[in-house]
């Protein structure tokens, strides 16, 4: 089992397959994706030891993430790579849905047990303004299709912004009121190139998770394989609500999860000082050397973030790692 020197286990690993985005959100690249690498990216083959080995330690649950993973053709056969390997119970995505009304039919033959799609506003106006593209309607109308199969878990990921969507938390719930999602609030982090937007639109979630509870919102049990978010539910409304706060005390305590960047580096926190490398040991098919270098480096994971500090480590932006 993979268990840190904190006594944490890591049950949950968050694949990174690319590093480009196609949006241009103005929290993580408001200038585009700027091609600073080879990009050479993981091989179905690399993938597949990797998810193995990970299974093998006790990891039960993957998440795809990017950049955004619908730019890669290949998509599909790493959701179903992940989802045949002997010991993982969940298969995840994150993405910013630009085509989902066209992928969600091969992301569900290949297996897919749970979709995230970011939203940060449900006006379409305010949406492009965030994210650059108009695309809202056919996003929702994507959410709508999966709903309606009936097999996906739907979440969506909305980046709290003082003065994009901070005010606007009413609009959501009502959303929710008929719409059985899950909805997580992430409040906005730092980033090594984003300190300046940071400071002006952070947003906390405790403020909200507060008014959620007067409001009569009640937690939801979490799950040893589950993300950070703090879930909350109500009986008179058919979605739920997620909180991630990672400037909140103790937030690292719970930390279940281990990243792997698309170009095959160990990331043992979203904000660590450097990736450690195992693209060596992705060479073959044995795979007792990964394993080991996997249980070495662990050994390296920290406490705690710094962005308490203002540390943000070798993170420039989330596109880096799908955060």
């Given at each position: 089992?993979l268990?840190?020197?904190?006594?944490?286990?890591?049950?949950?690993?968050?694949?990174?397959?690319?590093?480009?985005c196609?949006?241009?959100?103005?929290?993580?690249?408001?200038?585009?994706?700027?091609?600073?690498?080879?990009?050479?990216?993981?091989?179905?083959?690399?993938?597949?030891?990797?998810t193995?080995a990970?299974?093998?330690?006790?990891?039960?649950?993957?998440?795809?993430?990017?950049?955004?993973?619908?730019?890669?053709?290949?998509?599909?056969?790493?959701?179903?790579?992940?989802?045949?390997?002997?010991?993982?119970?969940?298969?995840?995505?994150?993405?910013?849905?630009?085509?989902?009304?066209?992928?969600?039919?091969?992301?569900?033959?290949?297996?897919?047990?749970?979709?995230?799609?970011?939203?940060?506003?449900?006006?379409?106006?305010?949406?492009?303004?965030?994210?650059?593209h108009?695309?809202?309607?056919?996003?929702?109308?994507?959410?709508?299709?999966?709903?309606?199969?009936?097999?996906?878990?739907?979440?969506?990921?909305?980046?709290?912004?003082?003065e994009?969507?901070?005010?606007?938390?009413?609009?959501?719930?009502?959303?929710?009121?008929?719409?059985?999602?899950?909805?997580?609030?992430i409040?906005?982090?730092?980033?090594?190139?984003?300190?300046?937007?940071?400071?002006?639109?952070?947003v906390?979630?405790?403020?909200?998770?507060?008014?959620?509870?007067?409001?009569?919102?009640?937690?939801?049990?979490?799950?040893?394989?589950?993300?950070?978010?703090q879930?909350?539910?109500?009986?008179?409304?058919?979605?739920?609500?997620?909180?991630?706060?990672?400037y909140?005390?103790?937030?690292?305590?719970?930390?279940n999860?281990?990243?792997?960047?698309?170009?095959?580096?160990?990331?043992?926190?979203?904000?660590?000082?450097?990736?450690?490398?195992?693209?060596?040991?992705?060479?073959?098919?044995?795979?007792?050397?990964?394993?080991?270098?996997?249980?070495?480096?662990?050994?390296?994971?920290?406490?705690?973030?710094?962005?308490?500090?203002k540390?943000t480590?070798?993170?420039?932006?989330?596109?880096?790692?799908?955060?």
């Amino acid at each position: 089992m993979l268990t840190d020197n904190f006594g944490r286990r890591f049950y949950y690993l968050r694949l990174s397959i690319t590093d480009v985005c196609n949006f241009r959100c103005n929290y993580c690249l408001p200038d585009g994706y700027q091609c600073d690498g080879n990009r050479d990216f993981l091989s179905l083959d690399e993938i597949q030891r990797l998810t193995h080995a990970f299974a093998q330690l006790g990891t039960e649950k993957i998440r795809i993430t990017g950049g955004e993973p619908g730019l890669r053709k290949d998509l599909p056969e790493i959701i179903a790579t992940c989802k045949q390997t002997p010991g993982i119970k969940k298969v995840a995505i994150t993405s910013n849905g630009f085509k989902l009304p066209q992928h969600l039919p091969q992301w569900l033959d290949a297996g897919i047990d749970s979709i995230n799609i970011s939203i940060d506003s449900l006006d379409p106006r305010q949406f492009h303004a965030i994210t650059g593209h108009d695309k809202l309607k056919t996003i929702l109308q994507g959410i709508d299709m999966a709903l309606a199969d009936g097999r996906p878990d739907i979440k969506v990921n909305t980046v709290l912004m003082r003065e994009y969507n901070g005010y606007d938390i009413q609009t959501y719930l009502d959303w929710l009121k008929d719409t059985p999602v899950t909805l997580r609030f992430i409040e906005l982090m730092q980033t090594g190139d984003n300190q300046e937007f940071f400071d002006a639109q952070h947003v906390k979630g405790s403020r909200i998770k507060q008014n959620l509870i007067l409001d009569g919102w009640q937690p939801v049990i979490r799950d040893k394989s589950a993300g950070p978010a703090q879930e909350f539910f109500h009986p008179d409304y058919q979605g739920k609500i997620g909180l991630i706060m990672p400037y909140s005390k103790d937030f690292c305590n719970s930390c279940n999860r281990l990243r792997v960047s698309s170009s095959g580096k160990l990331h043992l926190c979203l904000f660590g000082d450097q990736g450690l490398s195992l693209r060596e040991q992705l060479q073959q098919d044995d795979l007792t050397p990964l394993k080991a270098r996997i249980l070495s480096l662990l050994d390296d994971k920290k406490a705690s973030h710094f962005l308490h500090d203002k540390l943000t480590g070798a993170t420039k932006h989330l596109a880096m790692l799908g955060g």
